[in-house]
């Protein structure tokens, strides 16, 4: 039995993983909890201020533990930065592996400049709206409904939602990723116009048990683009893996979804 906890962006739900469910192999266990920033509880936690421990806090709670933690956009830079207190702390978060999907990341903070911040706002609506179509692909909808969706999303995270996605972002240079010693995949795909490709890379090879993997045909949401690839390249990573040295909780095991 595999554990495999998957964790969903910043404005998304569980069900953005929902396209996988069909391409999970046998001995398989699946938990996609709903996390603090998702798209019905931002007025809950865009205040939040330490979003890594409210993570560990989830991660606790998985049913049975996690094997391997997958982490997309937003999340991943969350776990990033629990994985990196726990490595600092000499206390290793107990799984066997993370996947790290299309995360947002930079090593020198004298690579965030002024004029970068109008454009990362800007493109904000543009991410709501991809993750939008892709998830309703078997009912297209109007492209002025469609619009009108995703800025009525983008108001409902608001300046502090963004803002919190924004702050871990500019901290990730300040995390000590070189004694995170879990190996880890991390996912790349070079048509995101939203976590540059480059940023993937570039973390893999900071990262002393990493390597990258970069899919050149899709964007910003491989899960929805091609979940069949997505699934398998979670599997054979969490195949070489192997079980968690110890599980996250004591919790029973349930049935994957």
């Known amino acids: 039995m595999t554990r495999v906890v998957l964790l969903h962006g910043l404005g998304n739900n569980e069900m953005i993983f929902q396209p996988l469910a069909a391409h999970w192999r046998p001995g398989t266990q699946v938990h ?3 996390l603090p920033w ?19 806090d989830v991660l ?6 996690a094997d391997v933690v997958v982490a997309h956009s937003f999340a991943s830079v969350v776990l990033l930065d629990l994985l990196s207190r726990r490595a600092a702390a000499g206390d290793p978060l107990p ?3 993370v996947v790290l999907v299309n995360p947002f ?17 800007d493109d904000f609506p543009r991410t709501m709206t991809e993750s939008i179509r892709l998830r309703t ?22 300046p502090y939602g963004w803002l919190r996605f924004f702050e871990a972002y500019l901290r990730t240079p300040l995390l000590p990723v070189a004694e995170v010693t879990t190996p880890a995949l991390v996912i790349g795909c070079e048509q995101d116009r939203s976590a540059p490709v480059a940023e993937a890379r570039h973390l893999a090879a900071r990262l002393p048990a990493a390597r990258a993997l970069i ?4 964007g910003h949401f491989p899960m929805l683009e091609r979940p069949a690839w997505f699934a398998g390249a979670v599997q ?3 195949e070489r893996a192997g079980p968690a040295p110890r599980p996250l909780s004591a919790a029973a095991p349930a049935a994957g979804i």
Not at 38 to 56: F, K, P, V
Not at 60 to 65: Q, R
Not at 105 to 121: E, G, K, Q, V
Not at 146 to 154: F, N, P
Request: some cysteine; overall charge negative.
């Open 95 to 97: 799984v066997a592996g």
């Open 215 to 218: 899919e050149p045909g899709c």
């Open 236 to 238: 054979d990573f969490a």
């Open 105 to 121: 990341y930079r090593s020198d903070a004298d690579d965030f400049h002024w004029n970068m911040i109008a454009p990362t706002l």
């Open 32 to 34: 996609a909890p709903r």
């Open 60 to 65: 606790e709670a998985a049913p049975g533990g």
């Open 38 to 56: 998702h798209s019905e509880g931002i007025a809950a936690w865009r205040h939040e201020t330490d979003s890594a421990s409210r993570l560990q």
């Open 137 to 158: 692909t078997g009912r297209p909808i109007d492209a002025d409904l469609l619009a009108d969706m995703a800025r009525r999303m983008t108001e409902w995270i608001g």
